[in-house]
């Protein structure tokens, strides 16, 4: 039987996508529990006599205990909708600026860290601004505590009848902020180590998982704050929470308008709302996710053979 023979750009795009749904799905549970612990003051009316879940274990007991198991994966579709065009093109697009980045570096050497975060950086930016919308869809869609299950077509339209086009890209600044660092760190980090150590084949997939670990866990614990504030513009605009806190459907929330209400409500610590959770999720999401796109573009191209 003739082998099915795949593109060298499919490959990538492939393989990227498919770890990316992998892995979302796996930790889907602790990054809606994140999201809340993130946004929870965001959805409540500053009048509200409940005090706010601090603690991830109570936040998780109140979703299943209102919502019911399967709650704690609300959103994880629109996730994975969102993750495989992004994670594929963020893949794709890293190996792209890996070769712009290694112009003028030794052809056989090992790239430069800083060539390697340079590449990690450009790629997250390039792909943030092709997939945001996604993102905000996503947010709205985890965050939403009522009963009903909302769709994503019902967000899509909700979203745009209430903000019109530009309420599709709340946050958009201080998330090309977050993300560059972040992708600097982690898939640059990633591919550092990789290059820097030399894994005997059989210990390379164990290795491997410590090296996406270590880089998923260093940039998230970085760029957390600019994560925290991104969650709250993209709520903090939305039509629902506009009339709750304030009557009105036009408020717009700037980045240093969203600093200052969560310092204000929260302290400081407000920034890091969530940090642990995303902490033990980030490092095991990037493990997988890296492995598994190693795993299957090796496993692509031995089909092509």
């Known amino acids: 039987m003739k082998k099915q023979q795949y593109h060298p750009l499919l490959t990538?795009?492939?393989?990227?996508?498919?770890?990316?749904?992998?892995?979302?799905?796996?930790?889907?549970?602790?990054?809606?529990?994140?999201?809340?612990?993130?946004?929870?003051?965001?959805?409540?009316?500053?009048?509200?006599?409940?005090?706010?879940?601090?603690?991830?274990?109570?936040?998780?007991?109140?979703?299943?205990?209102?919502?019911?198991?399967?709650?704690?994966?609300?959103?994880?579709?629109?996730?994975?909708?969102?993750?495989?065009?992004?994670?594929?093109?963020?893949?794709?697009?890293?190996?792209?600026?890996?070769?712009?980045?290694?112009?003028?570096s030794p052809p056989e050497a090992p790239l430069a860290i800083w060539r390697q975060l340079m590449a990690g950086g450009l790629s997250g930016a390039t792909t943030l601004s092709l997939t945001y919308p996604l993102d905000l869809l996503r947010t709205r869609l985890a965050t939403n505590s009522s009963g009903a299950r909302p769709s994503?077509?019902?967000?899509?339209?909700?979203?745009?009848?209430?903000?019109?086009?530009?309420?599709?890209?709340?946050?958009?600044?201080?998330?090309?902020?977050?993300?560059?660092?972040?992708?600097?760190?982690?898939?640059?980090?990633?591919?550092?180590?990789?290059?820097?150590?030399?894994?005997?084949?059989?210990?390379?997939?164990?290795?491997?998982?410590?090296?996406?670990?270590?880089?998923?866990?260093?940039?998230?614990?970085?760029?957390?704050?600019?994560?925290t504030i991104k969650r709250r513009m993209m709520l903090a605009g939305s039509i629902d929470h506009a009339r709750t806190v304030t009557g009105s459907t036009t408020v717009n929330y700037g980045i240093a308008t969203t600093v200052r209400d969560v310092i204000k409500q929260s302290g400081a610590r407000g920034l890091y709302a969530g940090c642990m959770v995303n902490a033990l999720t980030s490092g095991p999401a990037a493990a997988i996710t890296f492995s598994a796109n190693d795993f299957l573009r090796e496993s692509f191209l031995k089909q092509e053979t």
């Open 152 to 227: 994503i077509a019902s967000t899509v339209l909700k979203t745009y009848r209430g903000e019109g086009i530009k309420g599709f890209y709340k946050g958009y600044l201080i998330s090309v902020i977050e993300i560059t660092p972040y992708l600097a760190v982690s898939m640059g980090g990633y591919n550092w180590l990789k290059e820097r150590f030399d894994i005997p084949q059989k210990q390379a997939p164990w290795c491997h998982l410590l090296f996406g670990w270590l880089s998923g866990t260093t940039a998230s614990l970085v760029c957390y704050p600019m994560d």
């Open 12 to 104: 990538k795009l492939l393989a990227g996508g498919g770890a990316s749904v992998l892995s979302k799905t796996c930790v889907a549970p602790f990054e809606r529990t994140k999201l809340l612990l993130q946004t929870q003051t965001v959805l409540k009316p500053p009048t509200t006599s409940s005090t706010p879940l601090t603690s991830p274990l109570r936040v998780v007991f109140n979703v299943v205990q209102t919502q019911g198991t399967f709650a704690l994966w609300r959103g994880n579709l629109a996730n994975c909708v969102r993750v495989f065009p992004t994670y594929a093109l963020r893949f794709a697009l890293f190996d792209v600026y890996q070769q712009l980045a290694s112009t003028g």
